[in-house]
């Protein structure tokens, strides 16, 4: 199937009232967006359509796991995707008017004549607000960390070095001291 046609719901042909789709979303379907900063994706999306009248209510929700690097010591880690995001795609004459002048990322316009919703972008944008923007190593038992000692140490001491090294930090600390 293509990739494009994958994402796409043929809405025309809906009756009015509940639909549900589901999706799995691996590292190929990122292909299309370039290159990401995590990989591994395994991540399962589901839509609830509710069909109305001139609108569309969309509820997706978003559950798996991908594999991202720590950002504090750069260990591999697994991490959960768990989100829910709603949209209202709402038919309309005019939809590139509408969708400039909409303040409300939730709200989307589409042409009376479409005939398809197009998820991709959606599925990729949602997948992405997944993602914690902080990723690090969760910590153990005892609330230690489980960052890579060795790396936490050599950035301890490159900070510390930076310290030293810099005269125009000694020169803001004096005016620190002002207070």
């Avoid at 995590?38 to 798996?64: H, I, P, Q, R, Y």
Wanted: one cysteine or more; charged letters at 30%; a negative charge.
């Amino acid at each position: 199937m293509n990739f494009r046609r994958e994402f796409e719901i043929a809405f025309v042909g809906l009756k009015p009232g509940l639909h549900h789709f589901e999706y799995q979303v691996d590292d190929k379907f990122f292909t299309n967006y370039g290159e990401q900063d995590f990989s591994n994706c395994n991540a399962t999306v589901k839509l609830e359509l509710d069909k109305k009248n001139g609108f569309m209510f969309l509820k997706f929700d978003v559950d798996g796991t991908i594999d991202v690097n720590c950002d504090r010591c750069g260990n591999p880690l697994t991490l959960q995707l768990w989100d829910e995001f709603k949209v209202m795609v709402k038919l309309v004459d005019n939809p590139d008017e509408m969708n400039e002048q909409e303040e409300d990322p939730d709200v989307y316009y589409i042409s009376h004549g479409e005939s398809h919703l197009h998820l991709a972008d959606w599925i990729y944008e949602f997948i992405n607000l997944s993602i914690p923007l902080q990723k690090t190593c969760p910590p153990d038992e005892e609330g230690n960390t489980q960052c890579n000692q060795e790396v936490l140490a050599k950035l301890s001491q490159a900070k510390e070095t930076d310290k030293v090294a810099s005269p125009v930090w000694e020169a803001l600390n004096k005016l620190k001291d002002l207070k």
